[in-house]
């Protein structure tokens, strides 16, 4: 198993897909969730809540959905959910398999990263876009508002990307249209991923089977 680590200095940014074990691999639309990294690394990601109370850290069975609320129980269809941002520390709270190597490693969760090539204007405007999301996140639903159509936004607000995401809103179509507009600025590692506070921002460690 090789490890590597990866810091971020504002020139890149990434897109997370959870439950993609490498580039070319395309997991069903309930099996991947969309999460990002901002310019200096720090992770972030949109969820559903279907009700108040602590989070679970529970095995991602249905990772693509985010629709597993701080109960731990899933919504199937993700109607009537408020939408919510975890950061790095809400991560650990809530799903700490997405920000815990060891944890990663424990439920087997392998995401691939895709890093993005970006201008000091871009990621200023990217990170820009999720502290907006933070303050008014409005609500989640399973088709067409998700973790991958805000992510979306994301990168569309910033310039990154030109328009929406070709066809359903998965993190899967969002990795393939960002590699296709953004070809020749994106690299794609795939593995256990964990984050550590390091200086001013975040390390991403990716530990590749």
């Known amino acids: 198993m090789a490890t590597t680590n990866y810091n971020f200095g504002g020139d890149r940014v990434a897109l997370i897909v959870r439950g993609k074990h490498s580039a070319d691999h395309e ?7 969309a999460d990002c990294a901002l310019s200096k690394g720090a992770p972030v990601g949109f969820f559903g809540e279907a009700g108040g109370g602590g989070s679970s850290g529970r095995a991602p069975s249905s990772i693509g959905a985010s629709g597993r609320g701080s109960t731990g129980k899933s919504n199937s269809i993700g109607l009537g959910m408020a939408g919510v941002v975890y950061d790095f520390d809400k991560l650990r709270q809530n799903r700490p398999f997405y920000v815990e190597l060891a944890q990663a490693k424990g439920y087997n969760l392998v995401s691939t990263v895709l890093f993005v090539q970006v201008t000091a204007s871009e990621a200023k405007a990217f990170d820009d876009a999720w502290a907006g999301l933070t303050k008014s996140p ?7 508002w998700n973790c991958s159509t805000h992510a979306s936004q994301a990168f569309r607000a910033s310039g990154i990307l030109s328009g929406g995401i070709p066809g359903l809103d998965t993190p899967d179509n969002l990795y393939k249209q960002l590699c296709k507009e953004r ?5 794609s590692v795939s593995g256990y991923v964990g984050f550590a506070r390091s200086g001013s921002g975040f390390m991403m460690t990716v530990d590749t089977p």
């Open 138 to 144: 409005g609500s989640f639903q399973l088709l067409g």
């Open 183 to 187: 070809a020749g600025k994106v690299v």
């Open 27 to 33: 997991p069903s639309v309930m099996a991947q969730h």
